[in-house]
Every structure is written in C-alpha cells, then in structure tokens.
C-alpha cells in the first residue's frame, strides 16, 4: 500500500510541474507603454436620438416563393404573422459619461392572416 501511495505521490508532482511549465508559457514581459490619451468624439457632444411609429411583421410561414404585393390587392394570400410596433425610442448620451435609452408603448401580436 505505501508504495501505491508513493507511486502517486511521483505522478501527483510530475503533474504539478508540468501545469507550472504550461502556466508559465502564458507569463509575458510588457514594458511600460505610454497610451497616447486620446478621446471619442461622443466626448465633445450630447447625443440625442428619437426614432417614432416603428412597426415591422415578420410572416410566420416556411414558404421560399412569398414575395410582397407591389400593390395592394385583396387577391393576394393570407399569411400568418408576427406584429411588433413602437411608438418611440430615445437615446441619449452625455458627453459620454452617462446616458438613458427609453421606449414607449411596445407591442406585438400574433395573426392569423
């Protein structure tokens, strides 16, 4: 049983050593780098942004020859879809400190056709 535990011990530190030599592979020597400071434009202003009444449908359907009407017609297929409208969405940043994003009125819904 002692040689057992011996055995292992050997193979435990053999292990030990080869992580270190790996670990130290990783290990880089880097100089003192002087960063040039440089500054964003986004620093210098206040950004706002508002984008209004933004609806898309996405269809629900596996069909590869759907296309879009180029006019509008009540021959054209049914097709189920998923509906998702804003009504706005703000962004503004503060001379790149802080900043707020608000939405209003988010909706989405399922049809059938």
Request: proline letters at 2%; charged letters at 25%.
């Amino acid at each position: 049983m002692l040689e057992r535990q011996e055995k292992r011990a050997i193979e435990l530190a053999a292990f030990k050593e080869k992580a270190k030599n790996i670990l130290n592979t990783f290990d880089v020597k880097v100089g003192d780098v002087q960063l040039e400071e440089t500054t964003s434009w986004i620093s210098e202003f206040l950004v706002h942004i508002t984008i209004h009444n933004i609806g898309v449908a996405f269809p629900l359907a596996h069909d590869f020859d759907l296309e879009l009407p180029h006019t509008a017609s009540r021959d054209s297929a049914a097709v189920r879809a998923f509906l998702f409208s804003v009504k706005s969405i703000s962004f503004s940043a503060n001379r790149g400190e802080t900043g707020q994003a608000i939405m209003e009125s988010l909706s989405f819904q399922f049809v059938s056709r």
